[in-house]
């Protein structure tokens, strides 16, 4: 499988300050790859980068095998993208800035212009303004202008921002599609780890211009683990009873009095019995799995990796 984009070492200073550091990745062609991260952190100007809107401080960039220069332009015929909010022409209808989207990319297929209107369910709008667009409509548009040239890469910045849970279902199921039946390969920008897990082959994350982690999501899947998650009042007391009495080191206490303890060569009713001979008030303690977003959130908020 042949990389699409790759970047090495990709810095980004304004006025002297750094908003993206030493930002090294890898998107295979053909996969979803989620890049994941808080707003600010960085990734509209990474993809801005990857499409020469900014030029970076330092690094280098290669997409489709080629290096890629101040000058680079002919690459971006084999490009659709979406950057913060889509503009269009105003006072026209979908189907005329579609037309004059394709014109300008030098791609002439009628019959592709209503299919992909469809495609991202905007029909019986032949007579609508664009100016007359609902937020999650212009968004649909948005999609629809950056995917109707069948481009080999597509770079989506926060897509699905302004649809309702029926729309972003919807394009889900239209990145997936993209993906397995045309070949395409994404780039897909968000904050919200539960946008693009259910159809991302990789995931990048990102947190203060700095990507933090680069890893499939069948690896990913396979890190969560178990723990016992207990809840006391007496949080401090059963932490030192916990390592005092039972020389567990691997655990954490949480907000709301909850503590998670991933050492798993001691059985639960050891815990129970233990604290409670200790005068420990024990609310509930319970076993559990780190899920994908608890995992995602110990990643950005800088916290040492417990799964």
């Given at each position: 499988?042949?990389?699409?984009v790759?970047?090495?070492?990709?810095?980004?200073?304004?006025?002297?300050?750094?908003?993206?550091?030493?930002?090294?990745?890898?998107?295979?062609?053909?996969?979803?790859?989620?890049?994941?991260?808080?707003?600010?952190?960085?990734?509209?100007?990474?993809?801005?980068?990857?499409?020469n809107?900014?030029?970076?401080?330092?690094?280098?960039?290669?997409?489709?095998?080629?290096?890629?220069?101040?000058?680079?332009?002919?690459?971006?015929?084999?490009?659709?993208?979406?950057?913060?909010?889509?503009?269009?022409?105003?006072?026209?209808?979908?189907?005329?800035?579609?037309?004059?989207?394709?014109?300008?990319m030098?791609f002439?297929?009628?019959?592709?212009?209503?299919?992909?209107?469809?495609?991202?369910?905007l029909?019986?709008?032949?007579?609508?303004?664009?100016?007359d667009?609902?937020?999650?409509?212009?968004?649909?548009?948005?999609?629809?202008?950056?995917?109707?040239?069948?481009?080999?890469?597509?770079?989506l910045?926060e897509?699905?921002?302004?649809?309702?849970?029926?729309?972003?279902?919807?394009?889900?199921?239209?990145?997936?599609?993209?993906?397995?039946?045309?070949?395409?390969?994404?780039?897909?920008?968000?904050?919200?780890?539960?946008?693009?897990?259910?159809?991302?082959?990789?995931?990048?994350?990102?947190?203060?211009?700095?990507?933090?982690?680069?890893?499939?999501?069948?690896?990913m899947?396979?890190?969560?683990?178990?723990?016992?998650?207990?809840?006391?009042?007496?949080?401090?007391?059963?932490?030192?009873?916990?390592?005092?009495?039972?020389?567990?080191?691997?655990?954490?206490?949480?907000?709301?009095?909850?503590?998670?303890?991933?050492?798993?060569?001691?059985?639960?009713s050891?815990?129970?019995?233990?604290?409670?001979?200790?005068?420990?008030?024990?609310?509930?303690?319970?076993?559990?799995t780190?899920?994908?977003?608890?995992?995602?959130?110990?990643?950005?908020?800088?916290?040492?990796?417990?799964?």
């Open positions: 499988m042949s990389i699409i790759s970047t090495k070492h990709l810095t980004k200073s304004f006025q002297g300050k750094e908003v993206v550091s030493d930002v090294s990745m890898n998107i295979f062609q053909g996969e979803i790859y989620g890049f994941l991260g808080p707003n600010g952190s960085g990734k509209t100007t990474v993809m801005k980068m990857l499409l809107l900014v030029k970076p401080t330092s690094g280098d960039i290669e997409i489709f095998g080629e290096p890629l220069t101040y000058s680079s332009i002919e690459y971006l015929k084999r490009v659709g993208s979406i950057i913060e909010f889509p503009v269009f022409y105003d006072k026209l209808t979908a189907l005329e800035n579609l037309e004059l989207h394709c014109a300008y030098g002439y297929n009628k019959k592709a212009l209503k299919e992909t209107l469809e495609l991202v369910h029909t019986n709008v032949d007579q609508k303004s664009v100016r667009f609902s937020l999650g409509m212009k968004q649909r548009l948005g999609i629809a202008r950056a995917m109707i040239t069948r481009p080999e890469l597509l770079i910045d897509p699905i921002n302004g649809l309702d849970p029926s729309g972003m279902k919807d394009m889900r199921s239209i990145f997936s599609m993209l993906s397995k039946e045309y070949g395409m390969t994404l780039l897909i920008s968000s904050h919200l780890l539960g946008e693009v897990e259910v159809i991302a082959d990789t995931i990048g994350i990102i947190k203060s211009g700095r990507l933090i982690r680069e890893i499939s999501m069948d690896t899947r396979g890190q969560g683990t178990d723990y016992v998650e207990l809840k006391t009042p007496d949080y401090q007391k059963a932490a030192f009873i916990l390592e005092s009495k039972l020389q567990l080191r691997n655990f954490k206490v949480m907000d709301n009095a909850i503590i998670r303890i991933y050492d798993t060569g001691i059985a639960q050891d815990i129970s019995k233990t604290l409670i001979l200790n005068d420990i008030n024990i609310e509930s303690i319970n076993k559990r780190a899920s994908l977003e608890e995992y995602f959130l110990t990643q950005i908020e800088g916290v040492e990796n417990v799964v």
